[in-house]
Structure formats: structure tokens, C-alpha cells
């Protein structure tokens, strides 16, 4: 399998049409504890198709997000042979990627109004 652009949660979020954050936080837990990423691998442009289908799944046929999540991941081309020794459930937490995200939001924050300020420059 060839990745293809890896993208933060946002980015993500965005691509996918500005679907929740967190569900998308959650989409991305649930391919770390079936052994399809790793646990810093952000998620892929290829993973997109997969998330269209699990949001088809959850409007369509009203299914909750979690159990669209897992069916579409499941039966999809990245699914994990279940016969082989799967990876330790260790993974970062979605409330750990939660707080990095805030902190990246913060810091962009900060550097937007030291820019205003003219104390810091890009130059």
C-alpha cells in the first residue's frame, strides 16, 4: 500500500467535509487498535473512501458512528487479518491528541499576535 499526503485531523476533518473533529479523532483510534496505523501515523488521504463509507453507514442506515466504524473497517481493503498476533492496545489516547491539538492551536494563536505585534517576523 502506497500512503499518500499525510494529514492532521483538521485537514482531515476539512477534506471529508468539515465532518466532527472527534468523530474523526475516534475513526482514527479505532484503525490504531486494529493494527492498521501506527500509533503516530496521521491519518492518509487514501484512508478518505473509508471514512466516506462509515459517514454513508451512520446516515443512512442509522447506525451509531462507532459500530459504522467498525463494520466499514472491518470489511474494507485495509482490514487486518485477525489470524495474525495483533499489536499491543497501548495506543495514545484520543484525549492525549486532544490536548496536542489545543496546544497547536494555542501556539498558532500566540505566533498570529506576536506578528501583530511585530515581535516576531518571518522574514
Known amino acids: 500500500m502506497v500512503l499518500k499526503?499525510?494529514?492532521s485531523v483538521k485537514k482531515f476533518a476539512k477534506l471529508v467535509g468539515?465532518?466532527?473533529e472527534g468523530n474523526i479523532r475516534v475513526f482514527r483510534e479505532r484503525l490504531?487498535?486494529?493494527g492498521i496505523i501506527k500509533n503516530n501515523e496521521p491519518l492518509t488521504e487514501?484512508?478518505?473512501p473509508v471514512w466516506k463509507?462509515?459517514?454513508t453507514a451512520h446516515e443512512q442506515q442509522g447506525v451509531s458512528w462507532t459500530e459504522a466504524m467498525?463494520?466499514?473497517?472491518?470489511?474494507?481493503e485495509y482490514s487486518v487479518d485477525q489470524?495474525?498476533?495483533q499489536p499491543s492496545e497501548e495506543v495514545i489516547t484520543s484525549k492525549n491528541d486532544e490536548k496536542?491539538?489545543?496546544i497547536i492551536t494555542l501556539l498558532n494563536e500566540i505566533l498570529v499576535e506576536l506578528r501583530k505585534e511585530k515581535v516576531f517576523n518571518n522574514q
Not at 467498525?70 to 474494507?76: A, F, G, K, R, T
Open 46 to 48: 487514501d484512508l478518505v
Open 70 to 76: 467498525d463494520h466499514v473497517i472491518d470489511h474494507s
Open 83 to 85: 489470524s495474525k498476533p
Open 100 to 102: 496536542m491539538d489545543e
Open 5 to 7: 499526503k499525510k494529514l
Open 32 to 34: 490504531r487498535l486494529k
Open 18 to 20: 468539515h465532518h466532527s
Open 53 to 55: 463509507e462509515i459517514f
